[in-house]
């Protein structure tokens, strides 16, 4: 079997390395294959439960499963979303509109899977998921955001009161505010890893502007220097026939080798530079999701315009000092963990 996985130096010892997987929802794991094998599943029933999403991911994402069982090979791999649904409120508006299922619920059933995988073959090797979402760093100060991933009940049925609370966050079309936050927690986590995070995503506007920019010398400085990104396009398609089925992972770049510092302040950094954002749009960096979502921006098209204020940007992330409150590696990979 063809591994399409480019897994940092082979040289690296298994136990110094970590793979960080974070993957798209819509038009890549809540494709259309997907939806096609949950509706068969639930037997034309408008409902559906955890048996069924399970044997829908499955089955749909068979050939994606079979790579990660030879790919992740790290002593700790870890799954994560990647999608835009990185609040609540940007979860059930995307449900509805896109009748595919909870992203919230779908992407940790992937963990379940790949540990099922790896045990039946007897394979000794620890998945993780990782269920950090930028609203947790966007959440209004006194507020706690904190979300049960294992109860679709909850993600489907939030009261409104908590979706505004946890409605609070940047949405950024070209995902760059996503990967930076991404790459830093991971290195602030496995500071004597190498780290390598893949990014999976059916849309190539997305992968085209990601893999442009941070191949650059800037963008390259900005991805801490024990991480190296892939990037990945996965998706359906329809065929000749009408039929519609998944293609890839395919490769779309170079993989990007960091040479920067971490940021221990990545945090604050993106809030930063939402707020520079927010005032190019005029609009309040403290409105909530719906606000955000209909501009419709992108940060990496705000940075093209803006380069000098996103240098100073950067000169200033340069300058933060280490938070004296920063925790342990042993406590952070604790919390990631839990």
């Known amino acids: ?201 059916d849309n190539k506007d997305v992968l085209h502007g990601l893999a442009a920019f941070f191949s650059t010398e800037m963008g390259l400085q900005l991805i801490p220097k024990n991480v190296t990104v892939e990037l990945y396009r996965y998706g359906d398609s329809y065929t000749d026939d009408g039929d519609c089925d998944c293609f890839g992972p395919e490769l779309y770049t170079e993989k990007l080798v960091g040479l920067g510092a971490c940021d221990y302040n990545y945090n604050l950094h993106i809030i930063g530079l939402a707020e520079l954002f927010a005032r190019d749009k005029d609009i309040d960096i403290n409105c909530v999701d719906f606000e955000w979502r209909k501009v419709k921006g992108s940060f990496l098209d705000y940075i093209a315009r803006n380069e000098d204020d996103f240098i100073a940007w950067i000169k200033m992330r340069q300058m933060a000092p280490v938070p004296e409150n920063y925790l342990s590696k042993t406590v952070v990979q604790l919390q990631l963990m839990a």
């Open 1 to 201: 079997m063809t591994n399409f996985f480019q897994n940092g130096d082979g040289n690296v010892d298994a136990e110094k390395r970590v793979h960080v997987v974070a993957l798209d929802y819509d038009g890549c794991i809540g494709n259309e294959v997907f939806v096609s094998k949950l509706r068969k599943y639930a037997g034309g029933r408008p409902f559906f439960g955890p048996q069924e999403l399970m044997l829908a991911v499955a089955e749909a994402h068979a050939h994606l499963f079979r790579g990660f069982m030879e790919g992740l090979d790290a002593h700790e791999n870890k799954i994560l979303s990647g999608s835009l649904r990185q609040s609540i409120f940007l979860e059930q508006l995307n449900m509805k509109e896109n009748n595919n299922g909870s992203a919230f619920y779908v992407i940790p059933l992937i963990k379940e899977i790949m540990q099922i995988v790896y045990d039946d073959n007897k394979i000794k090797r620890r998945v993780y998921f990782d269920s950090y979402l930028l609203s947790e760093d966007f959440v209004r100060d006194g507020q706690e955001c904190t979300i049960d991933f294992n109860n679709l009940n909850e993600l489907t049925n939030i009261s409104k009161r908590r979706l505004n609370m946890y409605s609070h966050c940047a949405c950024d079309s070209s995902k760059f505010l996503m990967l930076y936050a991404h790459l830093h927690r991971q290195a602030i986590a496995y500071p004597e890893q190498q780290v390598v995070y893949s990014l999976y995503d």
